[in-house]
């Protein structure tokens, strides 16, 4: 099986601006989380969908956003990016409750 | 509140030396343990899922094992390429399936 695919793998934006980044999940899964990592913050967990339904969401503002298709496909919305936006976004998939497994991510640079 | 703590945050081994890293958590009720390995600027690769204190699981030169309030990575005889962050995350019972993750382990094995 495929693993998780994530799109793109890196990404420059300036502040202000907005970025959209996409997940596409193990064949099967239904679940996919996102999560931010930054060297002094470790994994943060931003929101999980599971059909196609927000089940969970983490601490952060209202400017990060997500959705999932129908097919468990993910996109992951920042809207006015700032520079403490630069991080490294990880999307992790499952079928329902049981282990999640990981994307290579998206580095996201914001100038 | 449900919390994850690993230690030490960075270790250094000589090639060939054993050691062993921890994970603390507190937990309502834990529905499962998971470990994973992280190089630099890549996702957490998956190695285990615990259940229940008293498992152990291995691979290569890694053990995992789990009690009631903590888990240890066993690292036998590391060679360089086991160098890694090494992440701990646990999933309670209570209702949203959510991943706790520790802010992980720094391994470097020299040559």
Redesign the interface.
């Known amino acids: 099986k495929a693993g998780?695919t994530?799109t793109p793998r890196y990404l420059i934006k300036t502040r202000g601006q907005q970025v959209t980044l996409s997940c596409s999940p193990i064949s099967g899964h239904r679940s996919v989380?996102w999560y931010q990592q930054t060297p002094g913050q470790?994994?943060q967990?931003l929101f999980?969908y599971f059909s196609e339904t927000q089940?969970?969401k983490g601490n952060f503002p209202g400017r990060f956003s997500g959705r999932q298709f129908s097919n468990s496909r993910s996109e992951m919305n920042v809207s006015t990016l700032e520079l403490g936006d630069s991080a490294?976004y990880?999307c992790?998939s499952r079928q329902d409750?049981?282990?999640?497994?990981?994307?290579?991510?998206t580095?996201l640079t914001v100038l | 509140e449900d919390q994850v703590t690993q230690s030490p945050e960075a270790l250094r081994l000589q090639e060939g030396e054993s050691s062993s890293l921890n994970c603390s958590y507190t937990v309502s009720g834990l529905?499962?343990l998971?470990w994973?390995r992280q190089d630099p600027?890549?996702?957490?690769?998956?190695l285990f899922?615990l259940y229940s204190a008293g498992e152990e699981k291995e691979k290569e030169r890694l053990k995992a094992t789990l009690t009631k309030k903590e888990s240890f990575l066993h690292i036998t005889a590391p060679k360089p390429e086991d160098s890694a962050t090494y992440?701990c995350a646990v999933?309670a019972t209570s209702g949203?399936?959510?991943?706790i993750?520790?802010?992980?382990t720094r391994l470097k094995v020299l040559a």
């Open positions: 998780v994530q989380s470790g994994l967990f999980e089940r969970n490294l990880l992790a409750t049981d282990t999640q497994y990981f994307g290579p991510g580095r | 529905r499962g998971f994973y600027g890549k996702g957490p690769e998956f899922t992440l999933q949203t399936y959510k991943y993750f520790g802010t992980g």
